[in-house]
Every structure is written in C-alpha cells, then in structure tokens.
C-alpha cells in the first residue's frame, strides 16, 4: 500500500507536466505544482508524509545516476569548451563565490543560528552534493534539500527572464549562469530553451559543485569566525 504514494508521484508529475505544456507563464513548472498539490495533500488530509518519503527513496536513488546522465551534452559541445576553458572556469567560480557570499550576507542579517548558516552554504548546487557538503560542515541535510529545491525552482521559474532583462542573449552564457545558480532544476530548464544551453548548464552544475565542495569549509570557517 505504501507504495502507491510512488505511483501517485509519478502520475501527479505526468499529468501536471501535461496540462502545464501549452501554458506559456514560469510559473507553470509541473515541478512546483507537483510539490504544492503534496504539501496541501498532507496539510488536510490524514496521510502520513513519513510513508510517503519511505515510498520515494528510488527517485532519491535515481538522483546521482541522472546528475552523471547530465555528462551527454557535455559530450556534443567538448569542441567549444575546450577553446573557452578558462573563461568557463572564471565565470563559474566567480559565480559560486559570490552565490555563497551574497546569500551568507543576506542571512547574517536575519539569523545568528550557525546550523542554518552552513546549511545554506551549498544552496546552488545539485542535492546530492549539497547534502554531502552540509554533513560535513555541521549543517542539516534535510535543510540543505529543502534550500537546493527552493533555489532551483526559482531559477526555472525566472532565471531566464532575468537573463533576459538584463540582455544576455548568448547561449553559452546563458547556459552557465543557470548551472551555476539553479542546478539540475535550472539544467533541465536549460535543456528545454536549447541543446547548447542545457550542455553548458551541465557542464556548469559540475564544476560549480566541485568548487562548492572544496570552498564550503573556508565559507564554514568564516561563519564560525564571524557568528558568535
């Protein structure tokens, strides 16, 4: 019986993604619908939420498969990046600096509570990695997840709007901003709008997850310098 929550998920998704597609509007995203049609499920309703995330373990599972998936646009675009090595590089560890430092900032202003300071710290990176990350710095995972879905959702909804409004047009930097800012959820947005966007978001997504990996304990150690 439990597992029906599986199926259900699965049916929830198709069918919101099948009645959102000819809505132009951000906010038609099957992903957000998918999540508030739950929450209000298990805001009035008795279900429990817990069998219901017992029931979902294989697509937390099928979560690092994917994001290794994400390698074969890589693979039709490795002639441009290697020419652009060195700006993708830069582009995507100023990106994730200044991600980290800018959200740290913003909720230093707000909290002074250390474990949702570092659990916020791997915010634009994909779930896995940022689950990983907030463990070994001292934050909640589960915080972590919540945070790293929120993000990529708001990326999806309005990262390409906002590119636009600002005028950058180019599809290659188009591609990194979204990886680098809104992860897999911004990749697969990335790969709807066109191929070399989505591979340069993936291409993004990964190497923004290894500098977030190996930048979280300065940014940690910051925190517990600066956070009485």
Same mark, same amino acid.
């Given at each position: ?90 582009? *995507? ?86 990886? *680098? ?48």
């Amino acid at each position: 019986m439990i597992y029906a929550y599986l199926i259900a998920t699965t049916l929830v998704f198709l069918a919101a993604r099948k009645i959102l597609q000819p809505i132009q509007n951000p906010l038609a995203n099957p992903l957000l619908v998918s999540i508030l049609f739950f929450i209000a499920l298990f805001s009035f309703t008795p279900l429990n939420y817990q069998h219901y995330a017992e029931a979902n373990q294989p697509f937390v599972w099928l979560l690092e498969p994917a994001v290794v998936a994400l390698a074969i646009p890589l693979f039709y675009q490795i002639s441009q990046i290697k020419k652009q090595f060195i700006p993708i590089m830069i582009s *995507c560890f100023a990106g994730v600096v200044i991600g980290i430092s800018s959200c740290l900032l913003m909720a230093i202003l707000l909290t002074q509570d250390k474990v949702l300071l570092l659990s916020l710290l791997p915010k634009s990176v994909t779930s896995p990695i940022a689950m990983a990350i907030a463990n070994e710095v001292g934050g909640l995972a589960s915080l972590a997840a919540a945070v790293v879905i929120a993000v990529g959702l708001l990326g999806a909804l309005a990262g390409f709007t906002v590119l636009k409004l600002f005028n950058i047009t180019n599809e290659q930097a188009q591609g990194l901003a979204m990886g *680098c800012s809104a992860h897999a959820i911004g990749t697969a947005k990335a790969m709807e709008v066109g191929t070399e966007q989505g591979a340069f978001s993936s291409l993004a997504l990964v190497i923004s997850g290894i500098l977030t990996a190996i930048l979280a304990p300065l940014f940690a150690w910051l925190i517990s310098t600066l956070v009485l």
